[in-house]
């Protein structure tokens, strides 16, 4: 079992930045592969990043060069860095842990969920 806390979220302007932290507890964390996901309202849940326990790094092409992901093992936390934001960006930010070496971009993949962080763009 692995349990996710996030946080970072708030309220931002447009082109503004935000960093969004979650802890993991639970299983090893070096073991595992982290992914975030964002719902907007009335849209289903998006991928945005994951980082493998190897540290390989994937990104949604429409977020390459403004979010980045991270993590640090020791501190058992994974970090979504969010630069240049938009409008269009607003929505929960979800962390999520599979236990899959190299997870793909659905939900499915993802065994465990945080709560959700809420992130709001204004223009």
């Known amino acids: 079992q692995v349990q996710l806390v996030e946080s970072g979220g708030g309220l931002v302007q447009a082109g503004g930045s935000l960093s969004l932290s979650c802890a993991a507890s639970?299983?090893?964390?070096?073991?595992?592969?982290m992914g975030w996901f964002r719902q907007a309202p009335g849209k289903e849940r998006e991928f945005v990043a994951t980082?493998?326990?190897?540290?390989?790094?994937f990104i949604l092409d429409s977020m390459l060069g403004r979010f980045t992901i991270s993590r640090d093992n020791a501190k058992k936390t994974v970090y979504l860095q969010m630069n240049s934001l938009k409008p269009e960006d607003t929505a929960v930010y979800y962390c999520?842990?599979?236990?899959?070496?190299?997870?793909?971009?659905?939900?499915?993949?993802?065994?465990?969920w945080g709560q959700g962080t809420q992130v709001t763009v204004s223009s």
């Open positions: 639970g299983r090893t964390f070096g073991s595992i592969s």
């Open positions: 980082i493998t326990w190897r540290g390989d790094t």
């Open positions: 999520a842990a599979s236990e899959f070496d190299t997870p793909g971009t659905t939900p499915t993949s993802f065994e465990y």
